[in-house]
């Protein structure tokens, strides 16, 4: 089966300059414009290759994975909507905007849409999101605000090697409560870096960029995460 895979952080990113100060009907107007291009020319190599193969046709996934190559980047979308820079006030209700106006214009390029098709965080992937880490605007708090209304979780985020296990746990346990709680996909990509302090950049080469190491909250989880057992699932039958 043939499945497609399309990003266009960049894409996105040059529309918007072109809208610089109009309301936010217009940016999400012209991301889902952009985004529905994006689809449809996606779809269109699926099929050809479909064809080509002799084999079926699966979905279109548009999803807005950042490289850390420049120009490449979900935080300078965040950015260019007015932002000073991602990780300050209003972040979260940007990449709000940007996560839905790529949805509705994917839905309405192709009958086939899949995946997760959203906007996607990672912090070591994303020029924009390292340098607002570095600059200390990002935190790991608000990243866990972001991931309410994007795709994806916590995602390539570098923590001081003695982060204990217990902080772990509960950290992917907040991130659970949000992906139950709010029926969507989460996920927890932290990576304890062994040696490395808070404020030091820890290099995965490649696609996987480069991180600086986030500080996390010094208080411990411990019993709280000691507990053991484990959290009923939520009512979710009286929202029907």
Same mark, same amino acid.
């Given at each position: 089966?043939?499945?497609?895979g399309v990003s266009g952080?960049?894409?996105?990113?040059?529309?918007?300059?072109?809208?610089?100060?109009?309301?936010?009907?217009?940016?999400?107007?012209?991301?889902?414009?952009?985004?529905?291009?994006?689809?449809?020319?996606?779809?269109?190599?699926?099929?050809?290759?479909?064809?080509?193969?002799?084999?079926?046709?699966?979905?279109v996934d548009l999803s807005?994975?950042?490289?850390?190559?420049?120009?490449?980047?979900?935080?300078?979308?965040?950015?260019?909507?007015?932002?000073?820079?991602?990780?300050?006030?209003?972040?979260?209700?940007?990449?709000?905007?940007?996560? $839905?106006? %790529?949805?509705? /214009? &994917?839905?309405?390029? *192709?009958?086939? @849409?899949?995946?997760?098709?959203?906007?996607?965080?990672?912090?070591?992937?994303?020029?924009?999101?390292?340098?607002?880490?570095?600059?200390?605007?990002?935190?790991?708090?608000?990243?866990?605000?972001?991931?309410?209304?994007?795709?994806v979780g916590l995602d390539?985020?570098?923590?001081?090697?003695?982060?204990?296990?217990?902080?772990?746990?509960?950290?992917?346990?907040?991130?659970?409560?949000?992906?139950?709680?709010?029926?969507?996909?989460?996920?927890?990509?932290?990576?304890?870096?062994?040696?490395?302090?808070?404020? $030091?950049? %820890?290099?995965? /080469? &490649?696609?996987?960029? *480069?991180?600086? @190491?986030?500080?996390?909250?010094?208080?411990?989880?411990?019993?709280?995460?000691?507990?053991?057992?484990?959290?009923?699932?939520?009512?979710?039958?009286?929202?029907?």
């Amino acid at each position: 089966m043939i499945n497609v895979g399309v990003s266009g952080p960049g894409v996105v990113k040059c529309a918007l300059e072109k809208v610089k100060g109009e309301p936010f009907g217009v940016v999400a107007e012209t991301i889902k414009k952009t985004a529905f291009k994006i689809t449809r020319m996606g779809q269109l190599v699926a099929q050809e290759a479909s064809k080509r193969l002799n084999v079926p046709f699966g979905i279109v996934d548009l999803s807005l994975a950042p490289t850390p190559a420049v120009g490449d980047s979900v935080a300078y979308i965040l950015e260019e909507m007015g932002l000073e820079q991602c990780g300050t006030h209003g972040t979260t209700a940007a990449l709000a905007l940007l996560n $839905d106006a %790529v949805k509705k /214009g &994917g839905v309405m390029a *192709s009958s086939y @849409v899949g995946g997760l098709s959203g906007a996607f965080i990672p912090v070591s992937e994303d020029a924009g999101m390292i340098r607002a880490a570095q600059a200390g605007v990002l935190s790991l708090e608000k990243l866990e605000a972001m991931t309410c209304v994007c795709s994806v979780g916590l995602d390539m985020i570098a923590v001081p090697g003695d982060t204990s296990a217990e902080t772990i746990s509960a950290i992917i346990a907040d991130e659970a409560a949000i992906g139950m709680v709010n029926s969507k996909t989460t996920a927890v990509r932290i990576i304890p870096s062994p040696g490395k302090k808070v404020g $030091d950049v %820890v290099e995965f /080469g &490649g696609l996987l960029g *480069s991180g600086p @190491v986030m500080s996390v909250n010094p208080k411990n989880s411990v019993e709280f995460i000691n507990r053991g057992g484990r959290i009923p699932a939520p009512l979710q039958s009286l929202k029907n």
